[in-house]
């Protein structure tokens, strides 16, 4: 069993940075591949970003070029760095682990408001 605790979001202005926090706890994170989605008001549920066991990342094109992931399995935390931020990255971001095509474990989410 996984548990997944993300940290990290806010509110922001337009153009700015935030850095999301994703521990988890109850067995390691190493032998999971991770990501990141998010859910904006009255929207559908959409994938953000994904990093393998391997390291390997890849990115929704809506923030290809602005958002990084990156994880620390010495400290069993993943990480989504977020720039130049635009009021429609607002939403609930959530953290995940699972198999590269599916999402076992999901954490409780928190939100990110990019507004001025």
């Known amino acids: 069993q996984v548990q997944l605790v993300e940290s990290g979001g806010g509110l922001v202005q337009p153009g700015g940075s935030l850095r999301l926090s994703c521990a988890g706890s109850?067995?390691?994170?190493?032998?999971?591949?991770m990501g990141w989605y998010r859910q904006a008001p009255g929207k559908q549920r959409e994938w953000v970003a994904r990093?393998?066991?391997?390291?390997?990342?890849n990115y929704a094109d809506s923030v290809k070029g602005r958002f990084t992931i990156s994880r620390d399995d010495a400290k069993n935390t993943v990480f989504l760095q977020m720039n130049s931020l635009k009021p429609e990255d607002t939403a609930v971001y959530y953290c995940?682990?699972?198999?590269?095509?599916?999402?076992?474990?999901w954490g409780q989410g928190t939100q990110v408001t990019v507004s001025s």
């Open positions: 995940t682990a699972g198999s590269v095509v599916t999402p076992t474990y």
């Open positions: 109850g067995s390691i994170l190493l032998g999971y591949a």
């Open positions: 990093i393998t066991r391997s390291g390997s990342t």
